[in-house]
């Protein structure tokens, strides 16, 4: 519980409706060796001017860089010394708690490489603390993830814990996504299974985590 309490982190994300479509999604890439990472930084900015860096941390902590540009984009607008009101800083909009997590001097927030590795770190140790089956989709796993990065990996464990309840699939990203929706009614932040009460901002995490993988689906197109 005291891992889950760490990494409930509310973020925002403004942006128009995304539209239906069907997405390709590459796999996470394989760590790039010395000489890939020299090649990489010599690559032009298709996506952003934190390409480079995007590239060599998502490398590293075996995220894909162009999921992280996207949260990038909908998380700060690759402003790097943006703060939230809520305390989130820079372009990852990374938490204090966050940073204290990964034994990380908050200070460093500040700095754009440490800023997007923490992200990194936290996409990684919500993957493996949510523990989906192999063959799970890739856009259920990484719409899942992302609700987590957004609105607290208890909530969506919960909203998870409801759909097995009731005989959903709680790795299909439309029943997570349900039950995260009814976390907000009585009859079900009340149940027994339910460890992390009552949520009551499932719409403006549905609208993110939409937002992110619109986003992503541009941007593998952009930098296939």
Known sequence: MILITALVAVYESTEGKAPAATIDYSAVPAPASNEQMAVMAELPCIISRFDPIMRK???????????????AYSESRFIENLESKRGAKGIMQ???????????????????????????????????????PQGTPTEDRLSIILASYNAGI???????????YEGANPNSWADVSRYLKLKSEPQYYELDVVKNGKFTGSGQTLHYVSEVMRKYQQYCTLAS
């Open 154 to 164: 208890g909530h969506v464990l919960d909203a998870r814990r409801l759909a097995r």
């Open 57 to 71: 941390v998502g490398s590293e902590e075996g995220q894909d860089w162009r999921l992280m540009s996207a949260i």
């Open 94 to 132: 990374i938490r204090p708690v966050v940073a204290r997590h990964f034994n990380v001097p908050v200070e460093d927030i500040a700095d754009t490489e440490t800023n997007i590795r923490l992200a990194g770190m936290l996409l990684s140790e919500l993957d493996t603390m949510l523990r989906m």
